[in-house]
């Protein structure tokens, strides 16, 4: 079965780190590139971070550049989300997405897993 | 940044009404558009991609068209399971999604 399932979430103080996981399965995981999108309760979406396939290319939104730190591990079929400083605001559901490769939509995407940063 | 302006953000609807929701963005993203829906708890879904592509498996009362800044979705006879939140994404410079646009039953 073709699927994305994240991992590791849950609850952590202000100031905290939590690194997310994102099994892939049913394709082949090293061709494509990969990104993180998280959604606060009740929010829409907001694009995290991107990797491409080689994981050549990355990028942050600024909201979390520095903090954050995106990788992936293609032996394993995994893509990862290192969460440093975390703050309050960087509550949300934590999806993960795989980009088509024309680059044009994310074709595919995980339930997510919920982090919660409060003290 | 390109910032990505969906309109309406409600829009409450009948089964079987042609719909329109409209994506405007702040620069040119020639037609590097996508559109996803969404219902309560679930992960987005893919509809449209390039503008005006229907993603494999979509019904076809589901349609995109536009280019440039503005962009639309329409919805040609709404069904019960189509009431759902819809974004838009550009593609042209990074990635940046719509507000939402929750479609409602009236």
């Known amino acids: 079965e073709v699927q994305l399932v994240e991992s590791g979430g849950g609850l952590v103080k202000p100031g905290g780190s939590l690194r997310l996981s994102c099994a892939a399965s049913?394709?082949?995981?090293?061709?494509?590139?990969m990104n993180w999108v998280r959604q606060a309760p009740g929010k829409g979406l907001k694009w995290v971070s991107s990797?491409?396939?080689?994981?050549?290319?990355?990028y942050y939104a600024d909201s979390v550049k520095g903090r954050f730190t995106i990788s992936r591990d293609n032996a394993k079929n995994s893509l990862y989300l290192q969460m440093n400083s975390l703050r309050v605001e960087d509550t949300a559901v934590y999806h993960c997405?795989?980009?088509?490769?024309?680059?044009?939509?994310?074709?595919?995407w995980g339930q997510g897993t919920m982090v919660t940063v409060s003290s | 940044d390109i910032q990505m302006t969906q309109s309406p953000s409600t829009l409450s609807a009948s089964v079987g009404d042609r719909v329109t929701i409209t994506c405007r963005a702040s620069?040119?993203?020639?037609?590097?558009l996508a559109w996803y829906q969404q219902k309560p708890g679930k992960a987005p879904k893919l509809l449209i991609y390039?503008?005006?592509s229907l993603e494999s498996g979509v019904p076809s009362r589901f349609s995109g068209s536009g280019s440039g800044t503005e962009f639309t979705l329409t919805i040609s006879s709404l069904q019960p399971d189509d009431f759902a939140t819809y974004y838009c994404?550009?593609?042209?410079?990074?990635?940046?999604f719509g507000q939402g646009t929750k479609l409602e039953i009236k």
């Open positions: 620069q040119s993203i020639s037609s590097w």
């Open positions: 390039r503008a005006s």
């Open positions: 990797i491409s396939s080689s994981s050549s290319y990355i």
């Open positions: 994404q550009q593609f042209n410079t990074l990635y940046s």
């Open positions: 997405a795989r980009e088509n490769k024309a680059g044009d939509a994310f074709d595919m």
């Open positions: 049913g394709f082949t995981f090293s061709s494509y590139s």
